[in-house]
């Protein structure tokens, strides 16, 4: 099933049925522990929707919850850092942490910094090298338990990390920085290793990059990030962590204004994010 946040409190999606719920407390849904069992409880008193169109009517997924996100988790990642950074001396930080037991984890955004599927994201005025990075958020919950899944963009500019890596907060972290929806997919059982991520950025209506991958090329478990996000830290409201990415455009590529990226991850659904600049 599926979890949709609205305007009108949130929707349910369950077998292609849409169902308002009547729960309105969008922070006490995604903390319960049994969260499953609860929608399924709720649709039972839910409200039947004939019409309801994710790609509309859905806001992003976030309120309370902060963002935050794995690096070098895919070796793609990996050796575009690598070469990205190698003229600042830093080339080999990340072939550290790709081989490390501890994983690179890093504040990536507040929900006012969050966009959700048809609304806009932003690259930097002082940047000229920009691109998204597609990568499986996972949902969740106060206690670090994993209750659902959702896709992000998290939008990157590359000279300005590759310049030093110690500017990666101001790489990753600004208005319109990142994108979340279209909505949760709520699930206990992991996704497949199978799973495909599959990036599409169209540009005046031609695609003008696309690439995919699987969940089977992540070095890592999403259970192993989650943990290490929460052994010292607390997330009264649950938080959001993306996993990396296994896909990078090639160096000549470069996100103007206007773009359209599509980041698809089946059985989640379809991101859709429209680029502006400053």
């Given at each position: 099933?599926?979890?949709?946040?609205?305007?009108?409190?949130?929707?349910?999606?369950?077998?292609?049925?849409?169902?308002?719920?009547?729960?309105?407390?969008?922070?006490?849904?995604?903390n319960r522990r049994d969260l499953e069992?609860?929608?399924?409880?709720?649709?039972?008193?839910?409200?039947?929707?004939?019409?309801?169109?994710?790609?509309?009517?859905?806001?992003?997924?976030?309120?309370?919850?902060?963002?935050?996100?794995?690096?070098?988790?895919?070796?793609?990642?990996?050796?575009?850092?690598?070469?990205?950074?190698?003229?600042?001396?830093?080339?080999?930080?990340?072939?550290?942490?790709?081989?490390?037991?501890?994983?690179?984890?890093?504040?990536?955004?507040?929900?006012?910094?969050?966009?959700?599927?048809?609304?806009?994201?932003?690259?930097?005025?002082?940047?000229?090298?920009?691109?998204?990075?597609?990568?499986?958020?996972?949902?969740?919950?106060?206690?670090?338990?994993?209750?659902?899944?959702?896709?992000?963009?998290?939008?990157?500019?590359?000279?300005?990390e590759g310049e030093n890596p110690l500017?990666?907060?101001?790489?990753?972290?600004?208005?319109?920085?990142?994108?979340?929806?279209?909505?949760?997919?709520?699930?206990?059982?992991?996704?497949?290793?199978?799973?495909?991520?599959?990036?599409?950025?169209?540009?005046?209506?031609?695609?003008?990059?696309?690439?995919?991958?699987?969940?089977?090329?992540?070095?890592?478990?999403?259970?192993?990030?989650?943990?290490?996000?929460?052994?010292?830290?607390?997330?009264?409201?649950?938080?959001?962590?993306?996993?990396?990415?296994?896909?990078?455009?090639?160096?000549?590529?470069?996100?103007?204004?206007?773009?359209?990226?599509?980041?698809t991850i089946e059985p989640i659904g379809?991101?859709?994010?429209?680029?502006?600049?400053?």
């Amino acid at each position: 099933m599926k979890l949709y946040r609205t305007a009108n409190g949130p929707v349910m999606e369950d077998r292609g049925e849409y169902y308002q719920l009547p729960e309105t407390e969008w922070d006490v849904l995604l903390n319960r522990r049994d969260l499953e069992m609860v929608l399924t409880s709720l649709s039972r008193r839910g409200t039947r929707l004939p019409k309801f169109d994710p790609q509309t009517q859905a806001l992003p997924p976030i309120t309370r919850q902060e963002v935050w996100a794995a690096g070098v988790t895919y070796f793609r990642s990996r050796t575009a850092r690598m070469e990205e950074s190698k003229a600042a001396g830093g080339g080999d930080f990340y072939d550290r942490v790709y081989s490390a037991d501890r994983p690179e984890l890093f504040f990536k955004a507040s929900a006012r910094r969050v966009s959700g599927t048809g609304q806009k994201v932003r690259i930097r005025r002082d940047s000229k090298w920009n691109v998204p990075e597609p990568e499986l958020a996972l949902v969740l919950n106060s206690h670090g338990e994993i209750v659902g899944y959702t896709i992000g963009n998290d939008m990157s500019s590359r000279d300005i990390e590759g310049e030093n890596p110690l500017y990666l907060p101001q790489a990753k972290v600004y208005a319109a920085c990142c994108g979340l929806g279209p909505g949760i997919l709520v699930r206990q059982s992991p996704l497949e290793p199978e799973t495909e991520i599959v990036i599409e950025i169209r540009r005046s209506g031609v695609t003008a990059f696309e690439g995919r991958t699987t969940l089977a090329n992540l070095k890592r478990t999403p259970q192993e990030l989650a943990g290490y996000l929460f052994r010292e830290d607390e997330f009264a409201d649950g938080c959001f962590l993306l996993t990396g990415t296994g896909i990078v455009p090639p160096d000549e590529f470069t996100l103007e204004p206007d773009d359209e990226i599509r980041i698809t991850i089946e059985p989640i659904g379809t991101l859709i994010n429209f680029v502006t600049c400053g």
